[in-house]
């Protein structure tokens, strides 16, 4: 029987073999997929990893939309979790009489799946955060380090970044430096995701308040998130950190005080990306007692002696970005201008006017590669679903509104903006900007910051971005909090 079996497949047409294969072959690998553990294991590992990136909604492919909108909750969830824990501010005793033979230390690292590079940083009073020269753009890293005269640098806090092509203008979170707050989009009293450094240059990770961050003497601060090691402790005890494999950036303190900064190369065929607990157990190695993430995906890079050292995941190479972290021989001579002051509205870009991309598809349309658009017919009006997680999809409303897609690209979301300013520092000369990071332009409210009575910015775009129907919980920081309540929130830039 088996060779009448044969002799009957031999008399088929290539054609007809081949397709017999591949149904085979499907048949057996989704068979695999969906109906054994193993299966299930790899389809959500996948899940993670989209989710993570600027394409969440496709991460439905693997688990369907209701699992996928569940694994969203639970990472935002444990995120929320780990920020919690206060830091204990006298952890850190600082090595004073350690002869430091060069402000910093770059060496190669890597993994199984990845490779990358960890700065050493001696001095962390040497590190300030740097945000671009010019209003209405980001800029890039490798320009920060030669405008200012940096030793190194790297990427910094999360943006709101329309079709993944944003012009890096339109920070998420809070923006500190030099002390002085050059940006936030909520009031003082509203927790916030922070990565900072107080005066001391002790490194400050989790869930504060503006208000909380002055009192500590948080000089230097950006907005991202997740934090994987607090006081000492692991965070991530089990499992890869629930975000799959990505480019990131990190930073993590060791109890004497020497700050190591962490970039993994990633979306590359020589270097996957990193997972979150990989990232903790670099750090574990070298006893860090306090770290987490900051924006990653496309956005991670770092520079050290004016060259770029890291491979980033973008297809137009660095990104614009809005802030970064930078290291000096002498930080007490930067000064760091607000470029967001006095401004009402922030326009973060998007596909509509970023050069690069522009400059693509015009050397597509000269080539003739470019699809002729075709008319479409106006479709006929007809019922939305009612509270449905695809209503959102086509950009309609739903009870479920889109969330953070974590390190960067992943970006945190800033949650619901509020309508009033955070207490500036009594020393600052200009207002501080509160944009509302919204898709569409809003009317501008007069904050109470400061009694100030400045107009409040809002973030615009150019392009109409679709929601993605995931549960979104309320949040106060970049972050998004475990609650039950949603609100309609801007789409933060995964990367």
Known sequence: MGSSIANHFR????????????????FLSSSFLFLTPPGTF???YLAKTVITTQHRDWAWIFVGAQRRDQMVLEMQNLT??????????????????RPIESLVKVEDISGTLWKGKRMYVYDPRSIRVVVPS??????????MVQRTGAVAGVNGGGFNDPDGLGNGFAPIGAIMSGGEILYTDQEGSNPQQIVGFTNEGTLIIGKYTINELLKLGVSEAVSFYPRVIANGKPLITSG?????????????????GTVIFIVIDGRQTSSVGATLKEVQDLFLEDDVINAGFLDGGASSEMVYNNALITKPSSRYGERRLPSAF??????????VKNIWAGLTTIDAGGASTHPEFLKEQAELKAQGKLPTPTPKATPTPSVKPENTAESGKAGGSSSTTDSTKPNSTDKPSTGTPTNTTSPTPTNTGNPT?????????S?????????TGTTKPTTTTTTSPTPSPTPKPATNGTETSPNTSTSTSPTAKPN
Do not use: M
């Not at 890869?240 to 004497?256: E, I, L």
């Not at 900007?433 to 332009?441: A, C, L, V």
């Not at 009317?443 to 009694?451: A, M």
């Open 11 to 26: 008399n088929y047409s290539w054609l007809k073999r081949t397709l017999l294969v591949i149904a085979v072959c499907t």
């Open 42 to 44: 790899i389809r959500e």
């Open 80 to 97: 929320e979790v780990n920020s919690i824990e206060k830091q204990d501010i006298e952890a850190v005793q600082f090595n004073t009489n």
């Open 134 to 143: 010019k209003q209405g753009e980001g800029e890039r890293i490798t320009a």
């Open 240 to 256: 890869d950190g629930g975000w799959g494999r990505a480019p990131r950036t990190a930073v993590g303190q060791k109890a004497d």
């Open 326 to 335: 930078l290291v000096f021989d002498h930080p007490e001579k930067v000064e």
């Open 433 to 441: 900007p509160t944009p509302t990071p919204t898709p569409t332009p």
């Open 443 to 451: 009317s501008g409210n007069n904050t109470g910051g400061n009694n």
